[in-house]
């Protein structure tokens, strides 16, 4: 058993084959008043993390701004670890590791101050409208109509290296909830022991809902190793927390736009001053990207050459003030 469990969290998600036509509609999210900025989250058949102090599907109101959000800060407490302290404050692995380089991430030392890195430049796309994932920063963000004076941001997991998530534009073609997982050929071939169905439960790689875009073997689903949020753990699926994928599934519609990008380098702006927010993502010379996205925002009169140099040599993945 534990070897099927394994394969199925490295396959990620339903590749070629069809999600199944019976749909049966789990609980949504359950979402109890917040407290003293605290609330507690929980999906039915998972784990619930710790109390959470920002909220799965907080709200955040753009204006003319292209920076949203804020950088918080964190003080470990026993037994903590970056995995569950990125999860408390929705953010993936990669953002917090990234934020606090150096730091270990499995135990790290009772009362260490942790960056939380709350804060994001939205992508740079030409349509602001439904789901727009960018690849780099492994995280979605989510505008209700064109144009939308407010959004949504959720970390997500996407496909490993030689199984990439795709770019483009694509629109979601199917919703199910409580989806069966038809394995593909490929894993079959991997491991013949693996079942050629998983149905509904705590096995399902798929989670508990699961949208289809058009392109058909591209899914946007939950998770059942949430840990795998903010790695590259999928065959080009894109993977939600648990508690994540329930909230979105009820708001987006078939037919809704679906934008990926991949842009390492974002820059924008919040009231003066212009930020920049690099994130790993390989071998590419960072310096020319973060200076061309800044001349293509004519932004580059405004800034200060020595801070986009640390910028991109530090890629903490926090959005940075570049200008003077």
């Known amino acids: 058993m534990k070897k099927i469990l394994f394969v199925l969290f490295l396959a990620g998600c339903a590749s070629v084959n069809p999600l199944s036509k019976e749909t049966t509609y789990a609980q949504d999210l359950v979402v109890t008043p917040p407290e003293a900025n605290s609330l507690e989250i929980s999906v039915e058949g998972t784990q619930p993390p710790k109390s959470f102090p920002v909220s799965a599907n907080q709200e955040y109101l753009i204006g003319k701004d292209s920076v949203i959000g804020m950088v918080r800060y964190y003080s470990v407490m026993k037994n903590d670890s970056l995995i569950e302290i990125a999860r408390m404050f929705n953010l993936g692995f990669n953002s917090i590791e990234d934020a606090n ?11 260490t101050r942790v960056i939380v890195s709350t804060e994001w430049v939205l992508p740079a796309v030409k349509v602001r409208e439904g789901i727009i994932i960018n690849i780099p920063e492994m995280r979605l963000y989510f505008f209700p109509y064109k144009n939308s004076r407010f959004v949504y941001t959720f970390p997500i997991g996407i496909g490993d290296d030689g199984k990439e998530t795709p770019t483009g534009t694509y629109s979601i073609s199917q919703k199910r909830a409580q989806p069966y997982w038809y394995v593909p050929k490929s894993i079959k071939k991997e491991d013949p022991k693996l079942p050629d169905v998983v149905p509904p439960g705590p096995e399902n790689p798929l989670g508990t809902h699961a949208l289809r875009l058009s392109a058909s073997s591209i899914l946007i689903h939950g998770t059942n190793r949430p840990w795998g949020i903010g790695r590259k753990v999928s ?11 329930p909230w979105l599934f009820k708001r987006v519609k078939k037919g809704t736009r679906v934008t990926i990008v991949k ?22 010379n960072y310096l020319r990207e973060a200076l061309t996205v800044l001349g293509r925002q004519n932004l580059i009169s405004r800034v200060n050459p020595a801070k986009i140099k640390q910028a991109v040599s530090e890629r903490t993945g926090i959005p940075v003030v570049i200008s003077d």
């Open 101 to 111: 380089p150096g730091l270990d991430p499995f135990v790290p030392p009772v009362d």
């Open 263 to 284: 842009q390492p380098v974002k820059a924008g702006t919040r009231g003066n001053r212009v930020y920049l927010q690099v994130h790993n993502h390989g071998n590419m």
């Open 235 to 245: 065959h080009g699926c894109i993977h939600l927390y648990p508690e994540d994928i």
